[in-house]
């Protein structure tokens, strides 16, 4: 440690006193002396960078916070985080116990905050200039002169305890604002010297895996104060957008596992005893360093331990080694079955679908020409098509015995893809025409998959099931159980509950052989949606849904060609284990997303595609006492060019026993995606009243757990409604939850449309599934005009506007998406030249509302309105291909709710506004108290 | 021996059986936690015994109404009910894609199950006893 007087402000000196064994403290000028620190007065913050050593210089550790490198650049003063708590101690609880201080002291800490995240929209940086006018909410514009305020927080921040601080703000108050959910979750502010490499990496990104609270209460009973639901997100398997850094791979086949608990290395683990042993950060056991470890195989020289991926990166990929094999790695299967009956051809889905193969024949994942392919259509009868090598014609072999099933040849039916190429695209050319005068109705899709699943099986892979109709004969055969009496009542949930037996049983089958399953769902009618659906959940497919799906419709065919040809070439990982390993006293208690569970803590995943998220529930067992806790997320997978690997997702949490941070480190993203899960279970297991219940005393809990724990009003009544910043949205995106397709409550929504609604809110990961729930609200008439041009980061997106209709402008044009779909709001009153420019036509009564495709016109406005577009549907991961519809406001009613269903924050029937909601909870909130 | 004695006499046999069942389902259930039996063989194996489990106690229970032993069968009545109430609802067979969900239920049902099999026998025992010594008299 450094002597106190490299540590005093300016004009102070410290003097050792000898009599009683502590520095004195004097200050030159006017000889006056003290025993405690002086405080440095801050306008000593921000004067002079170069004064100030680095932290870094200060504490010898390897890793460096982003507080702490913040300190630096503004050149705060230089106590390092081990220094006595100067200065601002006595502020610190009056921070705590300042709810809706934004009202009280004008440039007070709350506004500091809101300048903070200002300053950190890093995803839309270059945004702060637009002034649209006096309509245009007033966006937290960071002038430089409060940059030494801003560099006052983050040297408080390094100064007191290191740590997440808590900013209450008062709901009642402060709207919500959609900028802030474009925000990185809570810093993770590990202790020091617990991660063992100065990357940046070393703790896996958000999109990987996040915990819903970035700092663990460290017992059962704190997390049980708190009341946040303690649960991990996953994404093992994301994809990586052009510029994203891919996942480092390990390739000589050196994997360090701890011998008791079979944790893999990663950078929280500890090297003793010289480097020759480390100690496991989960369960603290010494293991031996593989001897291989510190040798550079593909040099053949000794290597540098530090610089190994699996060090450096949360989230690596190991090549393995055999004893990671029960069989040899299998080549990539698809098996597509396609609905032939007279509906599907009627509908265009055959043709389009099989153009869509042809076309996407050269992306399905075939690097090492193993691939194998099959088709089998279906309508009551199955027709298999023997597909011989060497360019002979195909045959088409049908079976009408449904019954049992059998393969008509065992040979050629199932063929290799690069083999059969010239055969599979005559095949494809002709499929649609060979059945074009076929008027059998009805489907066989039971006995499909049984077909399918004999010729897969010995492999394994994946079934691609193409159906417009609700299957109708031999097994799996299901009946229309559809009755608009009992929409919205309490037996809806039995509507959304699996009818046949025979999709669970079949699925544990597909799952047991490496069998995944997708569906992809046309039908008109009712499909059962909710039955069918069962097959991709278990064997951690997806399932895709066209309702009155129609190629004759541009828009359609192009939506289900984008979608079906991303999914084909998606790179799947096969015959793949997932399990999640955490710190002593963590247990994984229960599983959501689409996966078998085969045993306590692993998940069997057939086949993974990618940007599928799983959410995971996590109970402490007992008081942990490690000053920090390690998920781990091991993927064990085959890739689809043969190689088997293991993906390892780490990320470290600190533990804290304190409240405070606790709430100061929740991430609303995370709670949000986990209580989606939850609730969706919930509404299959118990009902769907009981599922919104359960959201909102949820959300209630957590506020009376703040109030009584963090503000001054404690148990009694408050005319506040306080809550922590970084949960500021959470109330809205919980209010988005009960106001979304699968759960909200109403009579009108058909029980197909929920079943997917319910499958897309256990499968998206929390980059879609947010604007699912809080949809994107854009003004494109008065968005400044950089916005839609190419910026530094590719297009420029206008700033997002609260979901209410406040903000629609008679004269306006609007675009609302929420990752599946587009409105373009056209106001009543809009001028002809807007007309015009963005739809060619002359004015705003010769415009038609619905699905269409935006013309790319001649002028600035046209292309830049379909840049905001284009980048709307480019912008996130995952296979979505949104419809873009035209909303007239005086236009078809049900469009026009449609689209009004979007804006959240606005009252639609039974359910309440946002201002209503939120006097709601807190009406519940304080009523509880009495 | 007359016609109580008889009855009781398999009455106890039953039970038995039964508990052998539970015992027989309870350690299965240990099983999967610990991981040794993964949940699809589990609910083939435990499936095959649901319904003759209660088949026989539904057995039992119509033998004692029919033969007019009232407290024996109202004895029965709760459990018999429940049962069928489960058949009928279609939730009585073990689903393995549910199981680790409702494992805890699926304990608790079958700990309680266990433990009325236990009274009964004794009571089956008893009853068995008392109608020997009343034929002795």
Known sequence: MASPSQQLPPGWAAEWDATNQRYLFVETTTGRSQWEPPVAGPEIVGQEPSGSPPPAHHHGKRRQYAAGQTQAYYGGDS??????????????????????LAATEGGGQF?????????????????????????????????????GALADQFGQMNMGQKGPRLFTTNLLTSPPEPLELRQPPPEIFLP???????????????????????????????????????????????????????????????????????????????????????????????????????????????GDRWARAELNHGVVEFVAPTEYMVRPPQPAVYIFLIDVSHTAIQSGMVATATRTILENLDRIPDESGRTKVSIIAFDTSLYFFSLPPGGADSQMLVVSDIDDVFLPKPTDLLVNLSEARATLETLLGRLSDMFQDNHTIGSALGPALQAAFQLIAPIGGKIMVLSSSLPSVGTGALKNREDP?????????????????????????????????????????????????????????????????????????????????????????????????????????????????????????????????????????DTITAPFVVFQTAVLHTTCYGERRIRVVTTAVPVTSNLSEVFASADQVAIATLLANKAVERSITHKLEDAR??????????????????????????????????????????????????????????????????ALLTSLPSQLLIPYIYPNFYALHSMPPECGTVGEQGVIMPAPLPLTSERLERHGLYLIEDGQTIFLWVGRDAVPQLVIDVFNLPNYEMLRGGKVTLPVLDNPFSQRVNAVIQKTREMRRGPYYQHLYIVKEDGEPPLRLWALSCLIQDRADVLPSYQQFISQLKDKVNGSSY | MGGAGWLFLFAVLMAAGLLFTMVFFIIMFSDLECDYINPIDLCNKLNQFVLPEHIAHAFLATLFLLSGQWVAFLLNAPLLAFNINKIRGGNHMYDATEIFRSLPNHKKESFIKLGFYLLSFFYYLYRMIVALIADSE
């Open chain 1, 192 to 302: 020091p010297n617990s991660c063992i490499s100065p990357s940046p990496l070393a703790n896996a990104d958000s999109s990987y895996q996040r915990c819903t609270v970035n700092a663990l209460p460290n017992s059962n009973s704190l997390l049980n104060k708190a009341k946040i639901p303690l649960g991990l997100i996953l994404t093992p398997y994301r994809s990586l957008k052009e510029g994203e850094e891919p996942v480092p791979v390990v390739t000589d086949t050196v994997i360090a596992r701890c011998r008791r608990c079979r944790t893999y290395i990663n950078p929280y683990v500890q090297f003793i005893d010289g480097g020759n042993r480390w100690r496991c950060c989960m369960c603290s056991l010494s293991n031996e360093v593989p001897q291989l470890f510190d040798w550079d195989q593909a040099r053949n020289q000794p």
């Open chain 1, 79 to 100: 106590l390092g985080p081990s220094a006595p708590q100067y200065g601002n101690v006595p502020q610190q609880p009056a921070q705590l116990f300042t709810p809706g």
């Open chain 1, 693 to 758: 219940d359960a959201l909102f005393n949820k959300m209630v809990e957590i506020l009376i757990a703040y109030k009584s724990s963090m503000t001054a009003a404690g148990a009694g009544a408050s005319a506040q409604l306080a809550v922590s910043e970084n949960l500021k949205m959470l109330p809205v995106l919980v209010l988005g939850l009960l106001k979304s397709v699968g759960i909200r409550q109403s009579a009108q929504i058909p029980p197909d449309l929920r079943a997917y609604a319910q």
């Open chain 1, 485 to 621: 009496k009992i929409l919205g009542t309490s037996k809806e949930s039995g509507l959304l509950q699996a009818a046949s037996p025979f999709y669970k049983t079949f699925a544990i089958d597909c799952s047991r052989a490496q069998v995944s399953v997708d569906m992809f769902l046309f039908s008109s009618g009712y499909q059962d949606v909710a039955t069918l659906a069962c097959l991709p959940h278990y064997t951690a497919g997806q399932t895709y849904f066209y309702p009155a799906f129609n190629a004759s419709r541009t828009e359609d065919a192009i939506k289900f060609a984008h979608e079906f040809g991303e999914v084909l070439a998606q790179p799947i990982m096969l015959e793949a284990v997932m399990r999640v390993r955490a710190s002593k006293n963590l247990r994984m208690s229960s599983f959501h997303g689409n996966f078998f569970v085969r045993s306590t803590d692993l998940l069997a995943m057939p086949a993974v595609p990618q940007d599928l998220s799983y959410a995971i529930e996590v109970q402490i067992e």
């Open chain 1, 111 to 147: 506004a500091q905050q809101q300048q903070i995240q200002g300053g950190q929209q890093g995803y839309y940086a270059q945004e702060p200039e637009y002034i649209n006018g006096p309509q245009q909410p007033v966006y937290p514009v960071q002038p430089p002169a409060q940059m």
